[in-house]
């Protein structure tokens, strides 16, 4: 890294960032705080959206800060330095020049995780000098980055679908000298030409590991990705390791958060229906399930999967569980052993069904994946015998071919509590 870049008079902000980030106890590993100290930010991501328009808006109103204008670059400063995610791209756009002030319309197609879930998942993967690395789904290339420098120059890569978006990372990361390369291509297939990886990171949520993933990952390697549904309320994250004898071991759990899914995967929301759920919150009958915990991620991961196409409403007084392809949903209270239930589909009635099949299954907080299947079919479970709790993944859809404005919303992670 070349040393104007490493000198930069914004290094005191990144470390107020990195005080922050140990202060809280999300970071602790050195050779990644070192990372963050060196790398300078505000070169991957030189411009910031900032929403103007608030919730249900459509269509929204953006501001775009540009960091080399006097005018904007003190708040986007704080904004990249931030632990907010920082919203890059609308629609696939080309991201050479862009403009500078307000916007309207189109929708984000690529930002950076914010940062503490940026060093959770990094330090999950255990990076070291020499290690080789892949990131599925780079973005702008912070973690990349990040990575890059820990592991040493020419041993991280990355695969990203999204054409400007690849550019716009590589140029970027050419800038920094990190040594990271970056490949336009499909995330989903990994990048064989440089396999085996010793530490494998998906940027992108996928509802099954793709086989390619597996197969590139090294003897004694691990890989970390979301296991996403069509909700974004209750994610996985799943770890894979691959023992020195070749043999596989996946675990998932359930998380406060997780990257957004891969193209095609469009997630539900219940901003549609919230109006309508205040003026009538359905008619009330007992229940026996009081409100799971919100951090009781074992329960609600096993929701995701086993009462699929429902979505809760966060900021809702109580909590709020919502169907919305099929006008339904669930509203607690308005006693702490009564429900509110509207429309054609009983919410709240799965989701007493799962929870009793959680209990049952001794309130498993952690699930192993079968990847070896001949199948194809990738099982869930919370162990053995006849009360563990078990589901299948889905299959990975069909994509159209990678262009250069067809793009998944890459490196993102959301906050269950954003939506």
Request: proline share 9%.
């Amino acid at each position: 890294m070349s040393s104007d870049l490493r000198l930069a008079p914004t290094s005191g902000r990144r470390a107020a960032m990195v005080d922050r980030l140990m202060s809280s106890g999300a970071l602790t590993d050195p050779l990644l705080r070192d990372a963050l100290l060196r790398v300078p930010r505000e070169v991957l991501l030189p411009h910031a959206y900032v929403r103007v328009s608030g919730p249900g808006a459509d269509p929204i109103d953006w501001r775009l800060l540009d960091g080399s204008h006097p005018d904007d670059r003190e708040e986007w400063l704080d904004l990249i330095h931030s632990d907010d995610s920082i919203l890059l791209q609308r629609d696939g756009e080309p991201l050479g020049s862009l403009p500078r002030g307000p916007v309207t319309g189109g929708h984000m197609t690529s930002m950076s995780t914010f940062t503490p879930a940026t060093v959770e998942g990094l330090q999950d993967l255990g990076l070291a000098p020499g290690r080789r690395y892949l990131e599925l789904g780079p973005g702008p290339g912070v973690s990349l980055a990040l990575a890059a420098t820990v592991t040493g120059a020419g041993r991280a890569v990355g695969v990203e679908r999204d054409g400007p978006m690849a550019a716009f990372a590589r140029r970027n990361l050419d800038r920094l000298g990190v040594g990271a390369t970056v490949v336009e291509g499909d995330a989903l297939a990994g990048h064989e030409h440089r396999a085996p990886y010793d530490r494998i990171h998906s940027g992108i949520g996928v509802p099954c590991v793709p086989p390619g993933w597996v197969e590139q990952l090294a003897c004694g390697g691990r890989l970390l990705t979301t296991l996403t549904t069509r909700t974004p309320s209750w994610p996985g994250q799943l770890l894979v390791t691959r023992a020195d004898s070749g043999r596989i071991d996946a675990v998932l759990r359930g998380r406060p958060r997780g990257y957004r899914p891969m193209l095609g995967y469009a997630w539900l929301s219940a901003l549609d229906h919230r109006a309508r759920i205040e003026a009538d919150p359905g008619t009330a009958r007992p229940t026996r399930l009081a409100p799971p915990a919100d951090d009781a991620y074992g329960f609600w991961l096993a929701a995701a999967h086993l009462a699929p196409g429902l979505v809760r409403d966060f900021q809702a007084k109580t909590m709020t569980i919502v169907a919305p392809e099929d006008d339904s949903w669930a509203v607690a209270g308005p006693g702490d052993r009564t429900v509110r239930v509207h429309g054609r589909r009983d919410v709240w009635a799965e989701l007493e069904t799962v929870h009793a099949l959680w209990v049952r299954a001794g309130h498993p907080e952690t699930y192993r994946v079968d990847l070896s299947d001949g199948t194809g079919i990738q099982a869930v479970t919370s162990g053995t015998g006849p009360t563990a709790l078990t589901w299948s993944l889905p299959r990975l859809p069909a994509l159209p071919r990678p262009r250069g404005r067809d793009t998944h919303p890459s490196t993102s992670v959301e906050p269950t509590d954003s939506k």
